[in-house]
């Protein structure tokens, strides 16, 4: 699925950005999850993940 993040192109600036945005989330101190796998799976492991934040 496009997420608009596609537009860097090629791989290596791709996770360039990507390593980039883990860095800042670790300088505030934001907590994160990564969730891997085909969309399916990425949709099962995060639908309890959103379940519990809105507990």
């Not at 300088?27 to 990564?34: F, G, N, P």
């Amino acid at each position: 699925m496009d997420d608009g993040t596609r537009v860097f192109g090629k791989i290596s600036i791709r996770k360039k950005n990507n390593d980039r945005l883990k860095q800042l989330l670790a300088e505030q101190q934001i907590s994160y999850i990564s969730i891997k796998g085909n969309y399916q799976e990425r949709l099962q492991k995060v639908i309890p993940l959103i379940n519990k934040l809105l507990d």
